[in-house]
């Protein structure tokens, strides 16, 4: 690509002449290769650039004035918007042109892409990466999947294998109502422990009543104790009257 800048080199103006001189000092001290093409003295580079001027950048009598400059035939602007490029560190975006690496426009160039297409790498963006961490993250979940469904069919067999151990051996030995035998069992033991629990009831209630027996009779033999002796009272009165009778016989 080349770059085009057409400038009149006989012109009248200083103003003019100024705007040239800082286009072609600038370019040349960043290095861009450019072609100065000169109006004064060639009819068809004025035609040219009459012609391929965007009729929005043509000032209000319709005649463009140099300098004005190009990308081959894509037109980049005239002095001012030259300026105010130079201004903002913008001029290689400018000129349709890629800055060098290293310099200040390509590093906020960088900025601008990583701020809409993510971070960079060497300049290029990381879509490989990406892609083959998608790929392999795919390849793992498969991975995954298929050790998972070879576990569940593992399970699966030895639940089968343990019931093809148990079940079995109790059709072979004729315990098929094995249930209804237990069931009649537990039915027979807790007949069985309700008996026994009644029997001992009975003997409780047998023993207390025993004690009670006994705690009566202790009572009445100490009621009996204490009364006074009446009977041998009387008895030995008797037994004096009949002596004191015998005496007055006599």
């Not at 705690?215 to 004096?240: F, G, H, N």
């Amino acid at each position: 690509m080349v770059i085009k800048v057409f400038l009149a080199s006989s012109s009248g103006s200083t103003a003019i002449k100024k705007k040239q001189q800082d286009v072609l000092g600038f370019l040349e001290a960043l290095k861009v290769d450019y072609a100065p093409l000169d109006i004064a003295c060639n009819e068809d580079n004025r035609m040219w650039m009459r012609e391929n001027v965007p009729v929005e950048k043509k000032p209000t009598n319709g005649i463009p004035l140099p300098p004005q400059i190009f990308n081959e035939e894509s037109y980049c602007g005239d002095y001012e918007t030259f300026f105010d490029a130079k201004e903002d560190n913008a001029v290689f975006a400018f000129l349709g042109l890629p800055p060098p690496p290293g310099s200040k426009e390509a590093k906020e160039a960088e900025k601008a892409f990583i701020l809409e297409n993510g971070p960079v790498e060497n300049g290029t963006v990381e879509i490989e990466t990406v892609e083959s961490e998608t790929v392999e993250s795919g390849t793992d979940d498969a991975e995954d999947e298929e050790n998972l469904e070879a576990e569940e069919v593992e399970e699966e067999n030895l639940d089968d294998d343990s019931l093809k151990r148990v079940v079995p051996m109790e059709e072979f030995n004729g315990d098929e109502h094995t249930e209804e035998v237990e069931a009649e069992v537990g039915g027979e033991t807790g007949e069985e422990a309700a008996e026994e629990a009644t029997a001992e009831d009975a003997a409780a209630e047998e023993k207390v009543a025993k004690e009670e027996e006994e705690a009566v009779e202790d009572t009445e033999e100490a009621t009996e104790d204490t009364k006074p002796p009446v009977k041998q009272e009387e008895a030995q009165e008797e037994v004096e009257d009949e002596e004191a009778k015998e005496e007055e016989d006599e």
